[in-house]
Nanobody
Framework: VQLQASGGGLVQAGGSLRLSCVASGRTFGSYGWFRQAPGKEREFVGGLTWTRGSIDYADSAKGRFTISLDEAKKTMYLQMNSLKPEDTAVYYC???????????WGQGTLVTVSS
């Protein structure tokens, strides 16, 4: 199984970006996003369990970020609006949630938000 994230880049504060994550191989019941800013620990951004129709977000993402899933394309999206410099990080897509752990990790895509 591979998770391939893309869509990162440089954006000004207040702007938007949409990240994509394509899953090859098997289909998972849950997908999510983490991020890691320079010098900081990796943190959960949000996740969805499409088999239960549930989505949850970190407080930092609520109201600005939206996770969605195109099951047919096996592609998950992270729409990020009203971006802030503190959103600058490498964003990782993940799959297969077990409690608070995730067993499949993709490579990251860098998001840089300039002030």
């Amino acid at each position: 199984v591979q998770l391939q994230a893309s869509g990162g880049g440089l954006v000004q504060a207040g702007g938007s970006l949409r990240l994509s994550c394509v899953a090859s191989g098997r289909t998972f019941g849950s997908y999510g996003w983490f991020r890691q800013a320079p010098g900081k620990e990796r943190e959960f951004v949000g996740g969805l369990t499409w088999t239960r129709g549930s989505i949850d977000y970190a407080d930092s993402a609520k109201g600005r970020f939206t996770i969605s899933l195109d099951e047919a394309k096996k592609t998950m999206y992270l729409q990020m609006n009203s971006l802030k410099p503190e959103d600058t990080a490498v964003y990782y897509c993940v799959a297969a949630r077990i409690g608070s752990s995730w067993s499949s990790w993709g490579q990251g895509t860098l998001v840089t938000v300039s002030s």
